[in-house]
């Protein structure tokens, strides 16, 4: 639980940790044991993780969550894996992604896709590219005007309503191999969002007023501790007296890497 409600930040790395599990169990390897042909150390780094969910505030404390989950791949290097999760009437549908990837000398700014060695592989190859893939390459080589899903679309800009910088922290942002952690990539994203409500006086209270109800994070790089992010709020709408439509951007300050997209829907607090 975190801000009154259940932790976004804990759920991203409970499904992730399913995807990974699902992926060590597969390949038959611990995650510690990836490698390529001549021996580099791998890593199964998330690209694009998709959820939508029932608001964080109507799950409460000892309720039990209940996930099933089931990973695929195509090719060798690019798993998806989808979690549905079930707790009382709430509910929760995930997709995420990961790619192989390897890390040149402990630099963050310095990764780098690749393939890890032919072994054993139990997990069901897909024959076609999932559209969550390609709308991924499309968005990155930037031939995507739009993203849709099921209930909400965001339209693909690089306007920039407002900017701001975060200091990472590493007690919380870094991860047990060093990387900027997955799962703090939104939170950052919340951080920054939040502070530009306090300082235009817009939202009173954004924190509790509203919750997320739909992320879409597609993931371009990573970041040493040391660096710093910088935050874009690209896009901000009402869709309607209850939800809030935001896209937003996170740079690598040092060079101005395109870190990560984030297009995110929080709903209003009944």
Same mark, same amino acid.
């Given at each position: 639980?975190?801000?009154?409600?259940?932790?976004?930040?804990?759920?991203?790395?409970?499904?992730?940790?399913?995807?990974?599990?699902?992926?060590?169990? !597969?390949?038959?390897?611990?995650?510690?044991?990836?490698?390529?042909?001549?021996?580099?150390?791998?890593?199964?780094?998330?690209?694009?993780?998709?959820?939508?969910?029932?608001?964080?505030?109507?799950?409460?404390?000892?309720?039990?969550?209940?996930?099933?989950?089931?990973?695929?791949?195509?090719?060798?290097?690019?798993?998806?894996?989808?979690?549905?999760?079930?707790?009382?009437?709430?509910?929760?549908?995930?997709?995420?992604?990961?790619?192989? /990837?390897?890390?040149?000398?402990?630099?963050?700014?310095?990764?780098?896709?690749?393939?890890?060695?032919?072994? @054993?592989?139990?997990?069901?190859?897909?024959?076609?590219?999932?559209?969550?893939?390609?709308?991924?390459?499309?968005?990155?080589? !930037?031939?995507?005007?739009?993203?849709?899903?099921?209930?909400?679309?965001?339209?693909?800009?690089?306007?920039?309503?407002?900017?701001?910088? =975060? /200091?990472?922290?590493?007690?919380?942002?870094?991860? !047990? @191999?060093?990387?900027?952690?997955?799962?703090? =990539?939104?939170?950052?994203?919340?951080?920054?969002?939040?502070?530009?409500?306090?300082?235009?006086?817009?939202?009173?209270?954004?924190?509790?007023? =509203?919750?997320?109800?739909?992320?879409?994070?597609? =993931?371009?790089?990573?970041?040493?501790?040391?660096?710093?992010?910088?935050?874009?709020?690209?896009?901000?709408?009402?869709?309607?007296?209850?939800?809030? /439509? @935001?896209?937003?951007?996170?740079?690598?300050?040092?060079?101005?890497?395109?870190?990560?997209?984030?297009?995110?829907?929080?709903?209003?607090?009944?």
């Amino acid at each position: 639980m975190a801000n009154s409600a259940l932790s976004e930040n804990w759920l991203l790395k409970e499904i992730g940790d399913i995807h990974w599990e699902l992926l060590s169990s !597969g390949l038959e390897q611990k995650s510690s044991e990836f490698k390529d042909d001549i021996g580099n150390r791998l890593y199964a780094t998330f690209v694009r993780i998709n959820y939508s969910l029932s608001l964080l505030n109507l799950f409460f404390e000892n309720e039990i969550l209940y996930l099933k989950s089931e990973i695929k791949r195509f090719g060798n290097n690019t798993y998806f894996s989808t979690v549905n999760g079930k707790c009382n009437e709430k509910q929760l549908y995930a997709n995420l992604m990961t790619s192989f /990837s390897q890390r040149e000398l402990n630099d963050n700014s310095k990764i780098s896709k690749s393939n890890p060695q032919e072994k @054993v592989n139990h997990i069901e190859q897909l024959k076609n590219t999932p559209e969550f893939l390609n709308e991924y390459r499309l968005l990155k080589k !930037g031939f995507l005007n739009e993203i849709k899903s099921s209930n909400f679309n965001f339209k693909i800009t690089e306007d920039v309503i407002a900017s701001s910088q =975060y /200091s990472i922290n590493p007690y919380y942002d870094i991860n !047990g @191999v060093g990387l900027l952690y997955f799962a703090s =990539y939104p939170i950052v994203a919340d951080k920054c969002l939040l502070d530009y409500f306090k300082n235009n006086q817009q939202i009173e209270n954004f924190e509790s007023a =509203y919750h997320t109800v739909y992320r879409d994070i597609f =993931y371009f790089a990573n970041c040493n501790s040391a660096d710093h992010i910088v935050f874009k709020l690209n896009s901000i709408s009402r869709l309607d007296e209850n939800n809030l /439509s @935001v896209t937003s951007s996170l740079y690598r300050q040092s060079d101005n890497t395109l870190m990560a997209k984030i297009f995110t829907i929080k709903q209003k607090v009944s």
